[in-house]
């Protein structure tokens, strides 16, 4: 579906295509819940790169965290993932990653398109959680303490919902 994207105060707008955008996978780690996590979580869909299309590039901000190498306890690198978000009011806009440079993760709070209602939800990154954040329970949900099993787009195929 085709989907478009604003910040808050209107200084970005973008579209992009998406054979993803089910909002099912919210990340409790320390990135999403500090910088667009107010729930204690943050939603990313997916979309196709190629078709991204942006209004107002020049108010956009990039922010890279610091992240820990895997297996080097105490050291730290650059992150792959550029978060996107508006100079101006601060909204978090999409995920463009080096290492995944045919998709981009628009955060699903940026979608001003009805998004459809995931059947079921995945809670990842537990292990990062804040104490206070409340993690749903039920058939419907899963749990994650690290990454999940399913890319975004396995999710979306083997679910029948990959349009
Ligand atoms: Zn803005
Ligand atoms: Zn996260």
Redesign the pocket.
Same mark, same amino acid.
């Given at each position: 579906m085709q989907l478009e994207g604003s910040?808050? %105060?209107?200084?970005?707008h973008f579209t992009v295509a998406s054979h993803t955008p089910y909002p099912y996978m919210q990340c409790y780690c320390s990135i999403c819940r500090k910088t667009a996590g107010a729930g204690g979580y943050t939603i990313n869909i997916m979309g196709d790169a190629k078709t991204l299309k942006v209004e107002g590039q020049e108010?956009l901000k990039i922010y890279r965290a610091r992240v820990p190498v895997p297996g080097e306890p105490g050291k730290t690198t650059v992150s792959p993932a550029h978060r996107h978000f %508006?100079g101006?009011?601060g909204?978090f806009l999409w995920i463009a990653d080096a290492d995944w440079p045919q998709w981009v993760y628009p955060f699903a709070t940026a979608i001003d398109t009805a998004l459809p209602t995931p059947p079921e939800r995945e809670h990842i990154m537990l292990n990062h959680a804040a104490p206070w954040v409340h993690i749903p329970e039920g058939e419907t949900e899963h749990s994650f303490r690290e990454f999940p099993e399913l890319s975004i787009e396995d999710w979306h195929k083997t679910r029948g919902l990959y349009d």
């Amino acid at each position: 579906m085709q989907l478009e994207g604003s910040c808050h %105060c209107g200084a970005v707008h973008f579209t992009v295509a998406s054979h993803t955008p089910y909002p099912y996978m919210q990340c409790y780690c320390s990135i999403c819940r500090k910088t667009a996590g107010a729930g204690g979580y943050t939603i990313n869909i997916m979309g196709d790169a190629k078709t991204l299309k942006v209004e107002g590039q020049e108010n956009l901000k990039i922010y890279r965290a610091r992240v820990p190498v895997p297996g080097e306890p105490g050291k730290t690198t650059v992150s792959p993932a550029h978060r996107h978000f %508006c100079g101006t009011c601060g909204s978090f806009l999409w995920i463009a990653d080096a290492d995944w440079p045919q998709w981009v993760y628009p955060f699903a709070t940026a979608i001003d398109t009805a998004l459809p209602t995931p059947p079921e939800r995945e809670h990842i990154m537990l292990n990062h959680a804040a104490p206070w954040v409340h993690i749903p329970e039920g058939e419907t949900e899963h749990s994650f303490r690290e990454f999940p099993e399913l890319s975004i787009e396995d999710w979306h195929k083997t679910r029948g919902l990959y349009d």
